[in-house]
């Protein structure tokens, strides 16, 4: 069974950072578009960010600018870099791993941020 492992989650005060990272032992990353989503209580789940297999990378509005994902193929991982964390960014957040060629996708099991005054 394919695993994406989260790590990186806490508790964060507003403007603070941190660092989410997502791997996998079990799929070739360099396939995948790799993609962060969250899912804030009574909301939606969203898309965060998007990083292709060329490093291309996409944000959603409000995070452009605080966050960035990379990738590194060779260790198989994903890692978004969160910084000016507001309150709004309190979330579950979900790594997600897309193979469009075989229209895979799998996800982890998310891990939890909370950013308080």
């Known amino acids: 069974q394919v695993q994406l492992v989260e790590s990186g989650g806490g508790l964060v005060q507003p403007g603070g950072s941190l660092t989410l990272s997502c791997a996998s032992s079990?799929?070739?990353?360099?396939?995948?578009?790799l993609n962060w989503y969250r899912q804030a209580p009574g909301k939606q789940r969203e898309l965060v960010a998007s990083?292709?297999?060329?490093?291309?990378?996409n944000y959603a509005d409000d995070v452009r600018g605080r966050f960035t994902l990379s990738r590194d193929n060779a260790m198989n991982t994903v890692s978004l870099q969160m910084n000016s964390l507001k309150q709004e960014d309190t979330a579950v957040y979900y790594c997600?791993?897309?193979?469009?060629?075989?229209?895979?996708?799998?996800w982890g099991q998310g891990t939890q941020v909370t950013v308080f005054s």
């Open positions: 997600n791993a897309y193979w469009q060629h075989a229209n895979l996708t799998f």
């Open positions: 990083i292709f297999g060329g490093g291309t990378t």
């Open positions: 079990r799929i070739n990353f360099s396939l995948y578009t």
